[in-house]
C-alpha cells in the first residue's frame, strides 16, 4: 500500500518560514520524480515544486527564489523549504509521487500565512 504522508503545516506570519515533510512508503523511492503542489480555496491545484529522481529541480514562478525542495533517498523523503512565506502562499499542500502513468498523492497539509 503506497502511502505519502505529509507534516509540518501549520500558521505562520507573513515572512515567516515552514519545512514542509513527506515520507513515503509502499514505493521505490528512488525510481520516483517527487514534487509539491497545492490548492487555495476557490483555485485550482497548482504545481510548487519538483525534484526528479535524477536531482534536477523545477520551481513555480510564484515561489522562485523563496522555496526550495530536496530528497533523501536513504530515508524516502522528500522536504520543501519555504522561505519569506506571503498570504498569498496559503493553501493546503500536496506532496506527489509521480511515474509515467502512475501518480500517487498525499492527503494534503495547511500552511496558513496570516498576521
Known amino acids: 500500500q503506497v502511502q505519502l504522508v505529509e507534516s509540518g503545516g501549520g500558521l505562520v506570519q507573513p515572512g515567516g518560514s515552514l519545512t514542509l515533510s513527506c515520507a513515503a512508503s509502499g514505493i521505490i523511492f528512488r525510481k520516483y520524480d517527487m514534487g509539491w503542489y497545492r490548492q487555495a480555496p476557490g483555485l485550482q491545484r497548482e504545481l510548487v515544486a519538483i525534484?526528479?529522481?535524477?536531482?534536477?529541480?523545477q520551481f513555480a514562478d510564484s515561489v522562485k527564489g523563496r522555496f526550495t525542495i530536496s530528497r533523501d533517498n536513504a530515508k524516502d523523503t522528500v522536504t520543501l523549504q519555504m522561505n519569506s512565506l506571503k498570504p498569498e502562499d496559503t493553501a493546503v499542500y500536496y506532496c506527489?509521487?509521480?511515474?509515467?502513468?502512475?501518480?500517487?498523492w498525499g492527503q494534503g497539509t495547511q500552511v496558513t500565512v496570516s498576521s
Open positions: 525534484i526528479t529522481k535524477g536531482g534536477t529541480t
Open positions: 506527489v509521487a509521480d511515474q509515467p502513468l502512475q501518480i500517487y
